[in-house]
């Protein structure tokens, strides 16, 4: 059985998977209008902050693609595509990122054709995994075919809108009112920086680097300070902090005391603390300190402008003062089985790795058991990211849960408890 864990940060597939990019360079081609079109607004499915759009192959799906500004070549990683596609003057390489194990190998290509909306791009860099190592369809609940990110965002001024859940891309040189606060942006290697002041213990307004991926589901994650370790705050839990090409990313997690980006400022955000790696910013040709996910970017309507270098935010809803973890201490997966095309699992699912000492643990919950109801309420009137929020709403709250136990039925009572 195939899962991924959904209470994991989805961090690495915005961060990490970059690294194919170095083995194709960057080169002019862009996605293009035909006829006297100048822009397009699409809609797009939004699960647990990420951005999923329909994107056609080759003039085939439309395929569910997640897009993300922290990948440079298209990533195909629906294995079952290098069987369709044809695949001329293909190569494989072995690709390395950030995480335990192994890298990957890859089919670098530029045979395809993809299409958003009316834009249309020709020959794009393409990796195609051999192996599904971020299992994407069971961490969403959907399936997923691949990632498009750095050659969309360069062809376009791209407005987002998380509230309505809908992309306008303009073709540039077109006159649009920009909205929000401008940000400089710098674009390193295909992906988009900005800077920022942190507060913390041990750093005191000290300026950073940080990576704008709205491929990450995160708020913030922490990673390196002048090349260091960064200090990490008082209290902290340990934790999985999402999947990399070559395996699971382990860390801490905890807060920062305040973070301040120009006029805005969030206060006691919370942070992923990944192992220290010094390898890390090798393939990046920047100094990163760490990245701003999507939690954040989802309170504004966002505008990237990559010709201009700049990033435009106008807050859109109500921030909260303090972003909140998992309050359970379980790891849910779903059943990669029960993943159908276009449509959200139900009934399907699991408990995976429970911490120790944690509510899910004092509440004898056991790896392994599916969930059957909660509170009295089928599973499958949930999404993901119903349970998500569910599992972190409030400090104290009791959950009656039915599980199924190979053959027996089980009744626990969970009460959440804030861990940091």
């Not at 794009?124 to 990110?149: E, M, Q, R, W």
């Not at 998992?326 to 993943?339: A, F, K, L, R």
């Not at 000492?357 to 790896?367: C, T, V």
């Not at 599992?391 to 136990?405: F, H, T």
């Amino acid at each position: 059985m195939q899962h991924k864990w959904f209470n994991m940060i989805l961090t690495i597939v915005g961060l990490y998977a970059t690294c194919v990019y170095n083995a194709v360079p960057i080169c002019a081609q862009s996605f293009e209008f035909g006829g006297k079109r100048k822009k397009e607004t699409i809609k797009f499915t939004q699960v647990k902050n990420l951005i999923i759009i329909p994107v056609y192959i080759n003039e085939k799906g439309p395929y569910n693609f997640l897009l993300d500004t922290g990948v440079g070549q298209m990533i195909i990683t629906d294995t079952t595509f290098a069987k369709d596609l044809s695949l001329v003057n293909s190569r494989t390489v072995k690709v390395q990122g950030y995480g335990l194990g192994e890298g990957i190998e890859a089919l670098l290509t530029r045979n395809i054709k993809a299409r958003v909306g009316h834009a249309v791009i020709n020959n794009i860099p393409t990796a195609v995994f051999k192996n599904d190592v971020f299992n994407l369809s069971s961490y969403l609940g959907i399936k997923i075919h691949g990632i498009l990110g750095y050659y969309f965002f360069n062809s376009f001024i791209v407005r987002v809108n998380y509230v309505g859940q809908q992309i306008s891309f303009y073709q540039h040189g077109s006159v649009i009112k920009h909205k929000g606060i401008a940000l400089p942006m710098k674009i390193v290697n295909a992906k988009p920086y900005i800077h920022a002041v942190v507060n913390m213990p041990n750093l005191i307004n000290t300026n950073i680097n940080l990576l704008v991926d709205n491929g990450s589901s995160h708020s913030l994650m922490m990673e390196s300070i002048d090349n260091k370790p960064i200090p990490l705050p008082r209290h902290t839990i340990p934790a999985n902090l999402g999947v990399g090409i070559n395996g699971e990313i382990k860390g801490a997690m905890g807060r920062v005391d305040s973070l301040k980006i120009h006029d805005l400022k969030f206060a006691a955000m919370l942070a992923g603390f990944p192992e220290f790696s010094e390898e890390r910013n090798l393939n990046d040709g920047i100094q990163r300190n760490g990245t701003l996910g999507a939690e954040i970017l989802r309170h504004f309507l966002v505008t990237f402008d990559y010709l201009h270098e700049l990033l435009y935010l106008k807050r859109r809803s109500p921030y909260q003062r303090k972003t909140e973890h998992d309050m359970s201490g379980m790891e849910i997966y779903i059943d990669n089985e029960t993943v159908a095309e276009k449509k959200q699992a139900v009934e399907g699912y699991y408990v995976g790795r429970i911490e120790k000492g944690s509510p899910a643990e004092l509440s004898g919950i056991q790896a392994g058991d599916q969930l059957r109801s909660i509170d009295f309420r089928s599973i499958s009137t949930y999404s993901l990211n119903d349970l998500t929020e569910l599992l972190k709403e409030r400090d104290g709250k009791q959950l009656i849960i039915e599980l199924q136990r190979k053959k027996e039925m089980v009744i626990v009572i969970l009460r959440l408890k804030r861990r940091i």
